[in-house]
């Protein structure tokens, strides 16, 4: 049986692993809260705080979560509608996202993801500087994978990437970033002995003026000049160049310094073993591997596959066994760990979905298109039927005029032919009367007979013209008092002194209009004014009435 003294240890050794548990989960809330909080409120922050912060976390704190969570909400803000500084702000961010998920998280098929979009917008929206960092970037994953798996066309790809970046670093005159990937090209020509491969990047680097202010110059230079060296043969140079360059490494505080340290001294013992001092080469190998192993745990597999081939090229088959399964191992640890394996699958899907939405944007461009089309097809189709009825319209119109303008010219011959017959008449029974009855006062006269001299006065006196004229005018010319004048007119049916010198007026206006030898200059104002009208409007209004046709249209139709 337990005695009361092990009960007791063993409840107070559960309620300490309980404690520590409940620590631990509180931790791991707190840390959820805060993390939630700090999204919440950052969130609210504009894009140009959000970026400064992103980037005092990573190049002045080396806080990289703090720095992947702001530059993660700026990324989230881009859109197509986009422009300006607010665009190049979110492609930049992108583009950082990508370089933390390789350098911080390992998690290299999501810095593909990220880096290939970041790529496809800046090519899209033109901003071609952000390119040498984005195809350095990639370079380095290909890089990553080639020395996971030994695969050729991961070399390939790498070499083809840190090019690219090269010659855009150029353009876009950024001396940081030339000297930064002069290394890489070195470093990746070198580790496979593919100098040759890069000879025009080297020439065109050692002739470029690179200014004093990054410490990375130094190492560019002599890793530039030390396999110039090596490709000329003369190898104890470049290894007194890497040795040297080694030693200026220890006293720099770059943040390259252990990755330039790790270069060097591979750049050493590749020297060392072309120049058959297998020994000191295994020496400073073991170096490496140290080195690697406390500090960059990602890069030990290659250090692995340098040992397989040092101990087969020595014919010790046991201890190249023996690191070739290492190497095996830690490339497939790190493979699965950082998903480096699906770099490819993640292009391929990523090519897949850029054809996917460029297929998409055609088929909404094409059916934009073709409605657009039959929306310009209808107002065309709309158009033609108003401009044939419109051209129906007006040739009925100017059918219309026509028939009118020669009703009125045929009305004027008639009433012209009339008024000669009745001025005969008229002469030939004035002298008839005065031969028979002598004079007749013109208060005797009938009804009649004062009619008939009205008449004669509206057809032959040109009094009627003058804007001035009135009945009592009328009258004056008959020689009958005003009041019997109106009476004899308004008898008549539909007669009224006005309508009656409207008549004549229009009549003569009509007559003038056919002159053209004396009244073709004469513009519709003066025509109306001329037949003793004073307000152009009430002429035309007038003048349709009578004929149907405006004064401007009759004229048309008589020319």
């Not at 070198?190 to 690179?210: C, G, M, P, V």
């Not at 009135?470 to 005003?482: D, N, W």
């Not at 009244?519 to 009578?546: A, D, I, M, W």
Request: with cysteine.
């Amino acid at each position: 049986m337990m005695t009361n003294k092990n009960i007791f240890i063993q409840a107070t050794r559960r309620i300490a692993i309980l404690g520590v548990m409940l620590v631990c989960a509180l931790a791991v809330l707190a840390e959820d809260v805060t993390f939630m909080t700090n999204r919440r409120q950052w969130e609210k922050l504009p894009t140009a705080t959000l970026m400064q912060m992103g980037n005092d976390f990573m190049n002045v704190k080396n806080l990289p979560d703090s720095g992947m969570l702001a530059y993660s909400i700026i990324a989230n803000r881009y859109n197509e509608n986009l422009k300006g500084e607010e665009l190049e702000q979110c492609i930049r961010a992108i583009k950082h996202t990508g370089t933390i998920y390789a350098d911080h998280y390992s998690n290299y098929a999501e810095a593909y993801k990220q880096l290939l979009k970041a790529q496809d917008l800046a090519e899209k929206h033109h901003y071609n500087e952000f390119l040498p960092d984005i195809y350095m970037s990639m370079g380095s994953i290909y890089w990553l994978q080639e020395g996971l798996r030994h695969d050729n066309q991961q070399y390939k790809e790498a070499l083809a990437y840190n090019k690219k970046a090269f010659w855009a670093a150029i353009e876009h005159k950024r001396h940081d970033m030339i000297t930064l990937i002069i290394i890489n090209l070195n470093f990746v020509a070198f580790s496979r002995d593919k100098l040759a491969q890069f000879a025009n990047e080297r020439e065109t680097y050692s002739h470029l003026t690179i200014p004093d202010s990054s410490d990375l110059k130094l190492m560019a230079q002599a890793m530039n000049t030390g396999v110039q060296l090596i490709s000329k043969g003369q190898s104890s140079q470049a290894l007194e160049v890497f040795r040297h360059a080694l030693a200026e490494n220890d006293k720099t505080n770059i943040l390259n310094k252990v990755k330039m340290e790790v270069m060097l001294n591979e750049y050493i013992c590749k020297t060392l073993l072309s120049m058959g001092r297998d020994k000191e080469a295994l020496t400073v190998l073991e170096h490496e591997k140290e080195i690697v192993q406390n500090n960059l745990p990602s890069l030990i597999p290659g250090i692995w596959g340098q040992f397989a081939e040092y101990y087969s090229k020595h014919n010790n088959q046991m201890l190249a066994d023996k690191y070739e399964l290492l190497w095996l191992h830690s490339s497939d640890s790190i493979a699965q760990a950082t998903q480096a394996n699906n770099v490819n699958t993640m292009r391929f899907l990523h090519e897949i979905d850029k054809m996917n939405e460029e297929q998409k944007a055609l088929t909404l461009k094409q059916k934009h298109d073709r409605q657009m089309l039959w929306v310009v097809s209808g107002f065309l189709l709309l158009a033609l039927v108003l401009l044939t009825l419109l051209a129906i319209n007006r040739s009925r119109i100017k059918q219309k005029n026509r028939v009118l303008y020669e009703n009125n010219v045929a009305l004027l011959a008639a009433d012209e032919q009339r008024r000669r017959l009745a001025e005969q008449e008229e002469k030939a029974r004035i002298d008839a009367e005065a031969a028979k009855y002598g004079a007749i006062r013109m208060d005797e006269q009938s009804t009649e007979e004062l009619w008939q001299n009205i008449i004669h006065v509206m057809e032959y006196s040109q009094e009627i013209f003058d804007e001035n004229f009135s009945v009592a005018r009328l009258a004056e010319l008959i020689g009958a008092k005003p009041n019997y004048v109106s009476q004899a007119i308004n008898q008549q049916p539909d007669w009224t002194f006005p309508t009656l010198l409207a008549h004549y007026r229009i009549r003569e206006a009509c007559r003038r209009m056919n002159d053209t030898a004396r009244y073709g200059n004469y513009t519709v104002e003066g025509l109306g004014q001329s037949v003793g009208f004073t307000s152009r409007s009430y002429f035309v209004k007038l003048f349709k009435k009578h004929t149907g046709l405006t004064p401007s249209d009759y004229m048309k139709q008589r020319r």
